[in-house]
Each structure stands twice: as structure tokens, then as C-alpha cells.
């Protein structure tokens, strides 16, 4: 039993099922990425679009509605995947993946398979068609064949941890090749190859040393040999990144733990300096909303041409650059835990809990006075909190 | 490398001229087109078709009218154009001349 999704092709409804409707998604996806520039693109997808719609029917009868997945690839198999005739008229015949397979007249499924088959290894290139900055992001979605916006989404969550992602970017950016002939934009877009393609790769290369032994005692050896080195490179791997946080830790107390002490109202400093964050914070999150909603910050707007998520990465930049010695301080209280500060820190601790407290009290005190909206908020609560509040109030008037 | 690869960029090349040759012959649609170069050395598919009838469409080399089929909706007749009919005579003359060359050099 599998799932069924309806497409729309040229006015006409059809069901498929659902790896069938990604695979012809993929297919007219990487169609529309081809002719990319084509004045004629949205006319020749349509067309193609109106060819498979043909050959769906002709797939379809009385007593049967549902296109399979099967049916799918053999119809895009017999389609056979879309060149632009105008870009790279002369080259693009020297990439060996022409549908012109003589051998198999009406290009038939051989055809096809015999474009994507082994032959065309895959690599990382940086496509730029469709781009936004340079390609990377591209490059990397069609490698790995996935969503490109899952691509862009994850770097720019990366960028929020200490701006990884941008370091990453940038790095690609300089180091991976543009795919610039039609035989290197057929390398980054590949074959049917997967992340999945690589394990199967690895394990391929494993068997082809198998292969070259002939005794079983030989067998045994390799097989001991291939275990331990991939032991080995993930121990050693381990190791390096173990010890190179050990470096770090090492070398941010060396530094920051040597004039901290403690002094009476250690709680309340850190209090401070937490506050001023949250504050930063708050303030950081406002601005990224308010991009997001309005296209503006604090009344500056972006300039024109420069799309919103560049402004939401600079922004989760300048954050994390303006808050830094902020953080730098917090750290430096946080990685005193040396014997003579160890017990102040006990103390410390609850000490900074109850400051907290005690804010907190206040605050929600004086919301519920000078603010109307937390007043009507505090009123609706559920009864017992609502008791809570009063006990609250009645204790502090006593006081 | 086989000679049917070695022939790649050729056949490519002439899979113009041999579309002028199907259109001028009928008004045909696709999947005639396709069917007339299915069996022959030239068989494509539609995913090479389709973008070089519209290139050729920009270069006013061929035309198509809408037309009603007997089932589902309506389909592109080509036909050419008075340019197409003076490229396909220009490019058969070519061609004479080059299969005359083929033929003739080197013989004695």
C-alpha cells in the first residue's frame, strides 16, 4: 500500500504515488535549473509537462487511476533529461551523456540509465544557476540532493553558533571549484548518487581489496586490517578533538581565571551582567523580528537589492560580535573553580538564586501596578495562582 | 571510445537539419518527430527535443499552430517558416557538398 499524491499538470489532475511524484518533482526541478536563462524556459517546461501528462494517460485506464512510481521513472526515463540547446551548443555533446544512444533506438530506458550511470562521477562543484551568493549552498543541495533550502536554512542556523556557518561558507566559497563546462555541471549534479552513495562507495572499495586476495588466511588479514584503520582514524579522530577542547578549556582559564576573585555581591555582579544579556538578547530578537515583519530595524530599513536573510545573518553577526566581552565576563566567573574560590562559590550560588527571586517579585509587583495589561493578565490567571498573587501581596503589605 | 560516442557532437549537430527535413516533409507534432527518428541512428527524446524546436522557434526557423486531438488537449502542429524552408535548402546543399568530399578523398 503507498501513499497517493495528485499533481496538476497542464490543467489536468493526476495521481501518482508519492516517490513517483518526487522523482518527477526532481525531474522538472532539474529541468527548469537547465534552461535557467532561457527566454523559452516556462514555455518548454510547459511542454514538457504536457509530454508526460500524454504518456500518463496512456499509463492509466478504466480500472486503473493511479500512476505508479515505477511507471513514473520509465516515463522520465523514456523523457530523457532536458539540455538547454542554446548554452553550450558545442560542448555539450562532448560530455558523453547525450540521449543519442543509437544502440538503444527510441531511447529507451538503457538510455537514460546509461547518461547517469557510473560513469559520471559525482562531485562538489559550485553551481551557479540559481544561486544566491555563490553557489555553495547550490552545489551542496545537489550533491548531497537535497531541498536547496534545507541547505540555506542549515547554514544560517550554524551561523547562529558563533557565526560556524559563515566561516564554513566563506571557506567553501574560496576553496570549491565554480561548475562552469557542461561536463563539470554534469559531475555536481551527478548521477543518482546520494550521501548514501558514498557508505556504498566506501564499502565498494573495502570488497575491491577483498577481491584481490585469493586465500582465506589473506582474507581475514585485510578484513582485520580495514576494521582496525577505520578504528584507528575514528580513535584518533576522538583524541584530537578531546584534546584540542582540553587546550581551549586549558588556556580560557589560564587566561580569565587569574584576577577573578571573589567578592561580597558576586551574585549580584553576575545578576547584572545576566540582565544587561538577557537584555542584549532581547533586543537582538526584536531586531531579527522586526526585519523579518516590517524589513526594518529600529526605523532603518534595508537597502534596496539586499535580500532579508542577508540582514538576519548580519544581524546574528553584530550580535554575537557586540556581546562577546559580555560572554568573555560571564566566563571568566564561571571557570573560577579554583580551591580558594570553590567555597565562596557554594555560597555564591544560592545567593545569586535569591537575587533572582526577589527580581522576579518585583517585576511581577510592579507590572501589577503601574502596568494595566500584566494587572487584567495577573487577574485571569487560573484561581490558584491567582492566591498565590494575593498571599504574595498581602505578605508585602505587611511588611 | 566506441564510434557511436565519437559521433555524438555530429549527430547533435544534425539533429537540426534533420527536424527541418520531418517539419517540411508534414506538419507534424512531437511525437511524430519522435517517432520518425526512433529506429534511425538519431532517436532522442523529448527532454533534447523540446528546448531545440523552441530555439529553433526563436530563430524563426519553424512555427506551430495549436491543433485539436481526437483524445486530451490540443497539441503543437510545427510547420516552417519561408526562413526554415530557405535554411533547409541551404543546409542540404551543405551537406552534398560535404558527403561529395567524404566520398571522393582519398580515392585515386
Known amino acids: ?399 | 571510445m566506441g564510434i557511436n560516442e565519437k559521433f555524438i557532437p555530429i549527430r547533435k549537430g544534425l539533429l537540426e537539419f534533420l527536424l527541418l527535413k520531418i517539419i517540411d516533409a508534414n506538419q507534424v507534432y512531437v511525437a511524430d518527430i519522435l517517432q520518425e527518428l526512433s529506429g534511425t541512428e538519431f532517436a532522442t527524446q523529448e527532454g533534447t527535443l523540446y528546448p531545440l524546436l523552441s530555439k529553433m522557434r526563436r530563430e524563426e526557423l519553424v512555427d506551430y499552430v495549436w491543433k485539436e486531438s481526437e483524445a486530451g488537449p490540443p497539441r503543437k502542429y510545427y510547420s516552417l517558416t519561408v526562413k526554415g524552408r530557405e535554411q533547409l535548402r541551404e543546409t542540404s546543399d551543405y551537406w552534398q557538398k560535404i558527403s561529395g568530399t567524404v566520398k571522393t578523398l582519398g580515392q585515386k
Not at chain 1, 584530537?240 to 561580597?264: I, K, L, T
Not at chain 1, 515583519?293 to 530599513?301: D, I, K, L, Q, W
Not at chain 1, 553584530?318 to 579554583?338: D, E, R
Open chain 1, 1 to 399: 500500500m503507498n501513499k497517493v499524491t495528485t499533481v496538476n499538470l497542464n490543467g489536468n489532475a493526476y495521481q501518482l504515488e508519492e516517490s513517483g511524484y518526487d522523482a518527477l518533482r526532481d525531474y522538472l526541478d532539474h529541468a527548469a535549473r537547465q534552461l535557467d536563462g532561457n527566454p523559452d524556459r516556462d514555455e518548454i517546461i510547459t511542454d514538457i509537462e504536457q509530454a508526460v501528462a500524454e504518456k500518463f494517460r496512456a499509463a492509466l485506464g478504466a480500472f486503473k487511476t493511479v500512476v505508479s512510481a515505477r511507471e513514473v521513472e520509465k516515463i522520465i526515463q523514456e523523457m530523457g533529461p532536458v539540455q538547454d540547446a542554446t548554452a553550450g551548443n558545442g560542448e555539450a555533446g562532448a560530455t558523453g551523456s547525450g540521449p543519442h544512444d543509437a544502440t538503444t533506438p527510441g531511447g529507451g530506458p538503457g538510455a537514460a540509465a546509461a547518461a547517469t550511470g557510473p560513469g559520471t562521477a559525482k562531485r562538489l562543484y559550485k553551481i551557479n544557476e540559481g544561486a544566491m551568493i555563490s553557489g555553495v549552498c547550490n552545489g551542496l543541495a545537489a550533491y548531497f540532493h537535497v531541498d536547496v533550502t534545507i541547505v540555506r536554512v542549515l547554514f544560517t542556523l550554524l551561523t547562529f553558533i558563533w557565526g560556524a556557518g559563515l566561516l564554513v561558507y566563506f571557506l567553501m566559497a574560496f576553496i570549491v571549484p565554480t561548475a562552469s563546462t557542461p561536463g563539470e555541471k554534469a559531475a555536481a549534479q551527478g548521477g543518482p548518487a546520494t550521501a548514501q552513495e558514498f557508505i556504498h562507495r566506501a564499502k565498494a572499495g573495502y570488497y575491491e581489496g577483498m577481491k584481490t586476495f585469493h586465500d582465506k588466511q589473506a582474507h581475514r588479514e585485510w578484513k582485520r586490517r580495514f576494521k582496525r584503520e577505520m578504528r584507528g582514524w575514528k580513535y584518533n579522530f576522538q583524541r584530537e578533538m578531546s584534546d584540542s577542547a582540553h587546550q581551549w578549556q586549558q588556556n580560557w582559564s589560564h587566561h580569565w581565571g587569574q584576577h577573578p576573585r571573589y567578592f561580597v555581591g558576586l551574585g549580584f555582579t553576575l545578576f547584572i551582567l545576566k540582565m544587561v544579556k538577557l537584555l542584549c538578547f532581547g533586543f537582538g530578537a526584536y531586531a531579527v523580528y522586526s526585519l523579518v515583519t516590517t524589513g526594518a530595524v529600529f526605523g532603518v530599513a534595508l537597502p534596496a537589492g539586499i535580500p532579508v536573510w542577508i540582514g538576519v545573518v548580519f544581524l546574528i553577526v553584530l550580535y554575537h560580535f557586540l556581546t562577546w566581552p559580555l560572554k568573555a565576563m560571564l566566563h571568566s566567573y564561571y571557570y573560577t573553580g579554583t580551591p580558594p574560590y570553590g567555597a565562596c562559590r557554594a555560597v555564591a550560588g544560592p545567593l545569586d538564586g535569591l537575587v533572582w527571586l526577589g527580581f522576579i517579585v518585583v517585576l511581577v509587583w510592579l507590572g501589577d501596578h503601574y502596568v494595566p495589561q500584566v494587572h487584567e493578565a495577573l487577574q485571569q490567571l487560573p484561581p490558584a495562582i491567582h492566591q498565590a498573587v494575593a498571599d504574595l501581596k498581602q505578605w508585602w503589605a505587611r511588611q
